[in-house]
């Protein structure tokens, strides 16, 4: 049973640009998470999905930052128009049910670099 | 004030040292505690957690909530090398948005 999957593990995008951030949950998740680290600081909440649905987005900038989890594929956090700001390592949990994050698993992140 | 503090180290032991991590908080809602360990490049892996208040005992690990003073502590006893990481304290109310501290850096001297 393959761990929850992240790709791509690095980004490297130029001011402007479209940066898109991919997300395999674990095999029976339905519930996805998105945290990003900035550094020397903790992981921040950004939103909370399920199939097909936004839970809480109350993390997530307004402008320039979508996040969808659609019936296939993999969970997508998009930022468009990537300021050097951006730059971080974002990662996903998913977990089996809703709760909190006691019965999630984090991927290994993308570390995105805005140049 | 963060909602939650946490001291960043970093903190540095002898190998076989008891280890002290804490962290502080400010929401009286928080119920669920959590304690995750980051090694570098890599994704947060839950270590433990516990609800509401009281111990729980994990091997070498021990973690301990004291709701009335909002404080937590994670206890590492015979530390080996392998436990040289990143700490991360992890608090919720109860719903799916978790607030993390800043992480604390480890670092076990063989």
């Known amino acids: 049973n393959a761990g929850v999957m992240q790709n791509p593990r690095h980004l490297v995008r130029r001011r402007g640009q479209e940066a898109r951030l991919r997300c395999s949950p674990m095999k029976g998740h339905s519930h996805v998470y998105w945290y990003r680290q900035l550094p020397e600081e903790g992981l921040k909440f950004m939103v909370y999905l399920q199939k097909e649905n936004i839970i809480d987005e109350s993390g997530m900038p307004k402008e320039r930052f979508s996040a969808e989890f659609p019936k296939e594929g993999p969970s997508i956090l998009r930022i468009q128009q990537v300021v050097r700001g951006d730059s971080a390592a974002y990662f996903c949990a998913s977990s089996p049910s809703q709760g909190v994050l006691t019965e999630a698993f984090f991927g290994q992140g993308t570390r995105l670099t805005v140049v | 004030q963060k909602e939650v503090e946490q001291d960043p180290g970093p903190l540095s032991v002898p190998e076989g040292a008891i280890v002290s991590l804490n962290c502080t908080y400010s929401?009286?809602?928080?119920?669920?505690f959590m304690w995750y360990r980051q090694y570098s490049r890599k994704g947060p892996e839950l270590l433990m957690y516990?609800?509401?208040?009281g111990n729980k005992e994990d091997g070498r690990f021990t973690a301990q909530v004291d709701k009335s003073s909002k404080y937590i502590s994670l206890f590492i006893r015979d530390s080996q090398p392998s436990d040289s990481a990143t700490y991360l304290c992890?608090?919720?109310?109860?719903?799916?948005?978790?607030?993390f501290g800043t992480g604390t850096k480890l670092q076990v001297i063989p």
């Open positions: 516990t609800y509401s208040s």
């Open positions: 992890a608090m919720s109310a109860g719903y799916q948005k978790v607030t």
């Open positions: 929401n009286s809602a928080f119920q669920y």
